[in-house]
Structure formats: C-alpha cells, structure tokens
C-alpha cells in the first residue's frame, strides 16, 4: 500500500520530507545498570531541538514575544515602589501620577497582547511538532523490514503511537510553556531581588538551586521506575490485542481462566512499578514545593533582621517579598512539570528506539529500475533462515520461466512461502540471489521489484473502506472503469452490484461484512488491476470449501494467461493443470517437473497426490471415500476389497469451520478421522496446563484408528487451521461390521497386537 497523503488543516505547515535524526546515549547514576536504561536531561533537549529545528524561525520569533512579556511581569512589584516612591511623595504630583498608572496599565497590556501572541502561535507550532513525529513514526513503520512486525507485537506498536505519543504531546503542549515562562520569570526576578539587596538575594538564591536540586535528585529514579511501568503497560496491550485476534482459540480450549489469571498477574505487575513510578513522580514535585515554602519564611525572617537593623526600608522588603513569592510561585510550577518531563522523556526514549529501528532490507544507494521480467525468475544457490539456529531454506536452486504457472507444494514448513518472502524480498538471503532476467532482485530498488508483483493471500487484509477502495489499492491512480473490469475478471461485479451501495459498500474491519469467497475475489481483483508480471498465490484457495475453491481456481486460470503465476498449496487438485511443480521438504528443494513426471518418478509428490486422491466432495461439501483409498491405512491395508467397500460406506462426511475443536484430549476415543481437505493442528498439555502444539495434519492425514478397536482416552488435541471437511468411523459401526464379519475381525485383530507389540 503506498504511503498516505497526510491532511493539511487549516494552511498547518507539511511534516518535512527529511526530519533530523533523533538519537540519544543513556545516562548513568548511582542506579547503575537500570538508570542507563534512561533518557537524560541532555538527550532529551537535544530531541525538542531536532524537533523544533524546522520551526526555528518561527519559534524564534515569538519567543521574543514572549521574553518581552517576561520582562514586564517580572518588573511588575516595582510598581509598588514606583508608585510610593514618586507617585505619592510630598507634596502629591497628580499628573506625574497619571503618567505612572499609565505607564504601568500601557506595560500590562502590552505584557497581555505578548503573551496572547505567544500562546497562539505556540500552539500552532505544537500541534505541528506532534503531527511531524506522528507522521515520522508511521513513515519509518512503512520503511521498515517484515523481521521488525514478527519479532515486535502489534500491541507494543500500538502503545509508542497511542500512549508514549500522547505523553510527548502532553508536555510539549502543556508544560513545556509554562517551564519556559517561569524560567525566564526566574531569572528576570532573581535580577530584581540582587537589584533591591544583594545578601539576602544570594541566600535565597542558593538555597532555591538545593531545593531544586532535589528534585533533579529524584528524577533518575522516578524515570526509571516510569519506563519500567511502560514496559508493562506495552506487555499488557499485547496480551490485550492477541487475545481478541484468538478468541475463537480461547473458547475451543478453554484458555479463559489461565488466560484471565495470566492477565491479573500482569495487572499486578503493573500495579508494583506504577505506584513505586508515582510515589517518586510525587516526590520530585513535593519535595522543591516544600523547600521553596521553608525557603520564603527564612528569607521573611532575614529580611525582617535588616530592616530591624537599618539595612533594608520597608517598601523595599515589601517589594522584595512580593517578588520572592513570584519566584516561589514559578519555582512550584517548574516541580509541577517534573512529573510530566519525566514521563515525556521515557515516551521519547520508546519513541526513538522505533525511530533508530533500522530496517534489514534495503535498497542499495545506486538501485536501479527493474524492468518487467521476460525471460525467466530464479533463485540461484540460496540459503535462509528466520532464525539463525535453523535453515529455511537450504541451497534452492530453481528456474521459473515467465508466463508459466507453477506450483510449490510440500509438507508445512518446508519453505514454501519462504521462497515467495523471497521472490518479494521481504527478506534478503544469508547466500545466492534471487534474479529476474539474472538481475539480482538486491541491485534494483523495491519500489520495481513490486510494481511487477501481485498477491493473493489464504487470509486477504481488506481495509475497513469502500470495495472500490480496497480495489483501488493495487492501482492508486486506477479509474472507476479499470475498478470495475478488474472485479469482472474476478468474477465478483455481478455480486458487488447486487449489494445496496454496490462499489461503495464498505467491506467492514478485515472485510468482516463479506464472505470468504466474497473477499478472496474482490483481493484477486486488487491483484490484477495492475497487470502484474507475476502473481503469486499463497494457499489462496484452502480456507473456502470446495464449490467456492474450484470457482475461484477456475477464475484464476483464465487470469494465468500471459502472466508468471506462482501458487503455494497443500492440495494437489492444481497439479495437472500447472506447467511445472516444485516440491520442497525440510527446506530443500527435494523433486521439480510437470505432474505425469513426477507421478513417474514416484517420491513424494507421488505419497502426497496417493493421500488427496480416493475422495468425493460434492457441491454441497459433503465428502466420501473410496474403497481404494482405504487401503493406504496400516489397520486396513490388509483386508479385501469387499470388506473395504463394507468399511468406506460407514464413513460420515463431517464439516467443520475453522478454529474448531475436532477432538479433546482427555476425552473418550469413540472415532477414526480422515482429513479429506484443510488442516489441522495437533496439540497436547504441558506441565504448565498449557496447549504446546506437536505436529500439523493435512488433507490425506488421518488419527484415532486405534479407538476403532479399543476404548481409550485421546491422548492430544486436534483443532482445525482452516476450514475443513472430514469423513469420520465410529467404533460402534466399525465393531458391529466386525461382529457380522468374523474374518475381518480376525485381521484387524491381527494388526491390532502386530502394532501394539512393535
């Protein structure tokens, strides 16, 4: 999807194409290890500089505005004395006291019309600040690689954009004014108390910097307790954003109560670090509070002494404590902003780390343009692993020449979709290359490489907007024309305007509003608006049931014609018709060549196509099996062919949707099931209490034969990955069959003590 076009309200300047690169070191403290985990001081700074940099004019601009606004109410208390001094003195002036109050009403407004333009333009500049680090931060996602999304939980992402953000936000647009204009007042006002008696100005001078410094003291530690309770709060999020995403799961094995209690401890978690977090956010403000409370009655007291003594008047010292209490006031507000900084600065810290994410991909400076391919694609030599314990895939050497359509097929995990993650470059490989008309994928820029590509997924993303929209997505600059032909040749406009707002109906979140089917056709439209050079398919087709699959496989074979196409699958009813089949185990390339070839040579493609053979789906989904087929099971193998007839027409065709529970373990074993199409997932109870998945079955895969012949307990669970149609035995047909045929009886039984004694 290409990168959005960021609203502009209200003439708001354009978040730059380039902005600085925010970085900091971690600091250190007597916390040791932990405080290295911080932001600093220094760091920080240095971010709102990088921030403000493309404001700087600006920003420069009306802080004169509002250093001019400082400077008078700073010099405000003096009034007094003016007033007193020269207003009111013997014998009484009344015009020349006419001009003060003017003078000091003429300073007022001025100081009010300064601080208004401050406050308007900075709030401008603000938002604009905020919506430049927004826009960064979604940029810099797009740029990154798809290594970042699976190792980062969506949740954690979601928390830097949501929470961290708006922490930033809060201080930039709340607090960092108010630190700015008591820190001008504070020094504008410490000029006017050295001014009127330098002495007691000294001492309170002092003593204000201890005070603050004890805050400052504070500040490492409640910094870290801050970004340990943000940890948690991102951990929480991502426990929050998976469990809705596998609610269907859940229920199926009753995952709620440990899911629940899991969820309490992380609560509790939380509640530790957040309150120790708060209880030093509170200190670092209560603490230069109180200070500065003790500090203005010991500089009451000295005060007094001067002028008991001679040494100060008493306008002075009136004047002197109506500024010191201004600075008291503007001290308090700088420790109210302690809290904030300190939670802005651990959000700027999660900020940065998902700015300084480097993506693993990437284009080389000198990259060029690919051309659509002509002659062949390639993956020469490569080798690849997500991980480094363990090969993805192990020296694939393979060939596709353009404008065929081959097939990648093979048991789950074997490095089927590896293979397309390369084609795509998702990923670059350890060793080898990936080559379009022997042109390394890695010397020309991805943009090219993509715009020659389409994708249709098992599970297609439809985005929550118009199906116009979602069509439009593989062709941003496609008319409405080109939308509508492109769902023709999916076979999907006649649906679409059936539907009340036709095109303009919007599809719901992940296109929740349609069928599978429904979805699947409309992402093999935004697939081919484009006219890609290569489409590649990944399992597009195994989560629909059968009629809906061999339409769309149907539709997709009028779409072949003069395009590479590409298809990941485990069913193999696509084999006969595709130019050429690739088959991979364990990483590695094991078998290539057309379907009656490779049926020849037998192999694995041959046990493969054996499994998904011998069965019937009809129209309405219901399946049955062969007579034939039943003899590649172990237990049946060895009967005869009447018998298996007798055998096959006790099966009963079962379909289940994905995300269900086929069986449970523990529960009593009263059935043999055949997957005839979908797969499934086998798993079993740790110590733990919880599910750890054993092993994947497939169509063609069977379980549960021995409770055919014996009552026992199931010793794992199965759960359907996609939807899937099943033909199950029950142990009371197979055991009455085997009553009224004493003979196959004998050879089950025979099987049965063969199996149990190897």
């Given at each position: 999807?290409?990168?959005e076009?960021?609203d502009?309200?209200?003439g708001?300047?354009?978040?730059?194409?380039?902005?600085p690169?925010?970085s900091?070191?971690?600091?250190e403290?007597e916390?040791?290890?932990?405080?290295?985990?911080?932001?600093?001081?220094?760091?920080?700074?240095r971010?709102?500089?990088?921030?403000?940099?493309?404001?700087?004019?600006?920003?420069?601009?009306?802080?004169c505005?509002?250093?001019?606004?400082?400077?008078?109410?700073?010099?405000?208390p003096?009034?007094?004395?003016i007033?007193?001094?020269?207003?009111?003195?013997?014998?009484?002036?009344?015009?020349?006291?006419?001009?003060?109050?003017?003078?000091?009403?003429?300073?007022?407004?001025?100081?009010?019309?300064?601080?208004?333009?401050?406050?308007?333009?900075?709030?401008?500049?603000g938002?604009?600040?905020?919506?430049d680090?927004?826009?960064?931060?979604?940029?810099?996602?797009q740029?990154?690689?798809?290594?970042?999304?699976?190792?980062?939980?969506?949740?954690e992402?979601?928390v830097?954009?949501?929470?961290d953000?708006s922490l930033?936000?809060?201080?930039?647009?709340?607090?960092f004014?108010?630190?700015?204009?008591?820190?001008?007042?504070?020094i504008?006002s410490?000029?006017?108390?050295?001014?009127i008696?330098?002495?007691i100005a000294?001492?309170?001078?002092?003593?204000?910097v201890?005070?603050?410094q004890?805050g400052?003291?504070i500040?490492?530690?409640?910094?870290?307790?801050?970004?340990?309770?943000?940890?948690?709060?991102?951990?929480?999020?991502s426990?929050?954003?998976?469990n809705?995403?596998?609610?269907?799961?859940?229920?199926?094995?009753?995952?709620?109560?440990?899911?629940?209690?899991?969820?309490?401890?992380?609560?509790?978690?939380?509640c530790?670090?957040?309150?120790?977090?708060n209880?030093?956010?509170y200190?670092?403000?209560?603490?230069?509070?109180?200070?500065?409370?003790l500090?203005?009655?010991?500089?009451?007291?000295?005060?007094?002494v001067?002028v008991?003594?001679?040494?100060?008047?008493?306008?002075?010292?009136?004047?002197f404590?109506?500024?010191?209490n201004?600075?008291?006031?503007?001290?308090?507000?700088?420790t109210?902003?302690?809290?904030?900084?300190v939670q802005?600065s651990?959000?700027?810290?999660r900020?940065?780390?998902?700015?300084?994410?480097?993506?693993?991909?990437?284009?080389q400076?000198?990259?060029g343009?690919?051309p659509r391919?002509?002659?062949?694609?390639?993956?020469?030599?490569v080798?690849?692993?997500y991980?480094?314990?363990?090969l993805?895939?192990?020296?694939?050497?393979?060939k596709?020449?353009?404008?065929q359509?081959?097939?990648?097929?093979?048991?789950?995990?074997?490095?089927?979709?590896t293979?397309?993650?390369?084609?795509?470059?998702?990923y670059?490989?350890?060793?080898g290359?990936?080559?379009?008309?022997?042109?390394d994928i890695?010397?020309v820029?991805?943009?090219?490489?993509?715009s020659?590509?389409?994708?249709?997924?098992?599970?297609?993303?439809?985005?929550?907007?118009?199906?116009?929209?979602?069509?439009?997505?593989?062709?941003?600059a496609?008319?409405d024309a080109?939308?509508?032909?492109?769902a023709?040749?999916?076979?999907?406009?006649d649906?679409i305007?059936?539907?009340?707002?036709?095109?303009?109906?919007?599809?719901?979140?992940?296109?929740?509003?349609l069928?599978?089917?429904?979805?699947?056709?409309?992402?093999i439209a935004?697939?081919?608006?484009?006219g890609?050079?290569?489409l590649?398919?990944?399992?597009?087709?195994?989560?629909?049931d059968?009629?809906?699959?061999?339409?769309?496989?149907?539709?997709?074979s009028?779409?072949?014609?003069?395009?590479?196409?590409i298809?990941?699958?485990?069913?193999?009813?696509?084999g006969?018709?595709?130019?050429?089949?690739?088959?991979?185990?364990?990483g590695?390339l094991?078998?290539q060549?057309?379907?009656?070839?490779?049926?020849?040579?037998?192999?694995?493609?041959?046990?493969?196509?054996?499994?998904?053979?011998?069965?019937?789906?009809?129209?309405?989904?219901s399946?049955?099996?062969k007579?034939?087929r039943?003899?590649e099971?172990?237990?049946?193998?060895?009967?005869?062919?009447?018998?298996?007839e007798?055998?096959?027409k006790?099966?009963?065709?079962?379909?289940?949707?994905?995300?269900?529970?086929?069986?449970?373990?523990g529960?009593p074993?009263d059935?043999f099931?055949?997957?005839?199409?979908?797969?499934?997932?086998?798993?079993?109870?740790?110590?733990d209490?919880v599910?750890?998945?054993?092993?994947?079955?497939e169509?063609?895969?069977?379980?549960?034969?021995?409770?055919?012949?014996?009552?026992?307990?199931?010793?794992?669970?199965?759960?359907?990955?996609?939807?899937?149609?099943?033909?199950s035995?029950?142990?009371?047909?197979?055991?009455r069959?085997?009553?009224?045929?004493p003979?196959i009886?004998?050879?089950?039984?025979?099987?049965?003590?063969?199996?149990?004694?190897?």
């Open positions: 999807m290409k990168e076009k960021a502009n309200p209200q708001q300047k354009k978040p730059p194409d380039t902005l690169a925010i900091f070191q971690p600091e403290d916390e040791g290890q932990e405080a290295g985990q911080r932001m600093g001081f220094t760091a920080f700074c971010c709102l500089w990088h921030l403000l940099l493309p404001y700087k004019t600006r920003f420069s601009l009306v802080f505005s509002l250093l001019l606004s400082m400077v008078i109410m700073a010099a405000m003096l009034s007094i004395k007033i007193t001094d020269y207003g009111l003195k013997s014998p009484p002036n009344f015009r020349l006291l006419m001009i003060i109050l003017a003078g000091i009403l003429s300073a007022g407004a001025i100081a009010s019309l300064t601080f208004l333009i401050w406050d308007y333009f900075y709030s401008r500049i938002a604009s600040l905020i919506n680090l927004r826009f960064k931060m979604y940029r810099h996602l740029q990154l690689s798809m290594s970042y999304y699976g190792r980062v939980p969506a949740g992402i979601s830097r954009f949501l929470s953000l930033v936000e809060n201080f930039l647009i709340l607090n004014p108010f630190i700015l204009n008591s820190g001008l007042f504070l504008f410490m000029v006017i108390l050295f001014a008696e330098w002495k000294i001492f309170a001078a002092i003593s204000l201890v005070s603050f004890c400052c003291w500040e490492p530690r409640a910094s870290v307790a801050t970004k340990k309770t943000k940890d948690v709060q991102a951990e929480i999020a426990a929050l954003h998976e809705i995403q596998a609610q269907s799961v859940i229920k199926v094995f009753r995952l709620h109560r440990l899911l629940t209690e899991r969820f309490g401890h992380m609560g509790k978690r939380f530790e670090t957040s309150s120790r977090a209880f030093l956010l200190m670092t403000e209560l603490v230069p509070s109180h200070s500065v409370m500090i203005g009655l010991l500089t009451l007291c000295t005060s007094a001067f008991y003594h001679g040494m100060l008047s008493i306008g002075d010292l009136v004047v404590q109506l500024v010191l201004e600075v008291a006031t503007n001290v308090s507000e700088l109210w902003s302690i809290p904030s900084y802005a651990v959000g700027m810290q900020i940065t780390e998902l700015l300084e994410e480097r993506p693993e991909v990437l284009d400076p000198d990259a343009h690919l391919p002509t002659h062949e694609i390639a993956l020469n030599r080798k690849f692993g991980t480094p314990e363990r993805n895939l192990n020296d694939v050497d393979l596709i020449p353009v404008n359509s081959v097939l990648f097929v093979g048991p789950s995990g074997c490095g089927k979709s293979v397309l993650n390369m084609l795509m470059r998702f670059d490989p350890a060793s290359s990936v080559t379009f008309d022997g042109q890695r010397t820029t991805q943009d090219s490489l993509r020659h590509i389409s994708t249709v997924l098992q599970e297609s993303f439809l985005f929550n907007t118009s199906i116009r929209e979602n069509i439009r997505l593989g062709k941003e496609a008319s080109e939308v509508e032909e492109a023709r040749k999916a076979e999907i406009h649906i305007m059936g539907m009340p707002n036709a095109y303009d109906t919007l599809v719901g979140e992940r296109g929740s509003s069928s599978g089917g429904q979805r699947q056709r409309i992402a935004r697939a081919i608006i484009s890609p050079a290569v590649l398919l990944d399992e597009a087709t195994s989560s629909l059968q009629a809906t699959a061999d339409s769309i496989n149907t539709s997709l009028k779409l072949s014609k003069g395009r590479t196409v298809s990941v699958t485990h069913r193999l009813e696509m006969p018709m595709v130019d050429r089949i690739f088959v991979f185990k364990g590695q094991l078998d060549g057309s379907h009656a070839e490779l049926l020849s040579r037998g192999g694995l493609y041959s046990e493969l196509w054996a499994k998904q053979t011998g069965f019937h789906i009809e129209e309405d989904g399946a049955t099996v007579a034939s039943l003899r099971i172990p237990i049946l193998a060895t009967l005869d062919d009447s018998a298996r007798a055998i096959a006790l099966f009963v065709s079962e379909q289940m949707p994905k995300g269900s529970s086929v069986v449970k373990f529960d074993g059935k099931y055949i997957i005839v199409r979908g797969r499934a997932t086998v798993s079993k109870p740790g110590r209490g599910e750890h998945q054993v092993g994947v079955i169509s063609g895969d069977y379980f549960g034969e021995i409770a055919l012949i014996k009552k026992s307990p199931r010793t794992a669970t199965v759960r359907t990955d996609t939807d899937c149609v099943l033909l035995l029950s142990s009371t047909h197979f055991l069959l085997l009553a009224e045929n003979q009886k004998a050879v089950i039984d025979d099987v049965a003590q063969k199996r149990a004694t190897s």
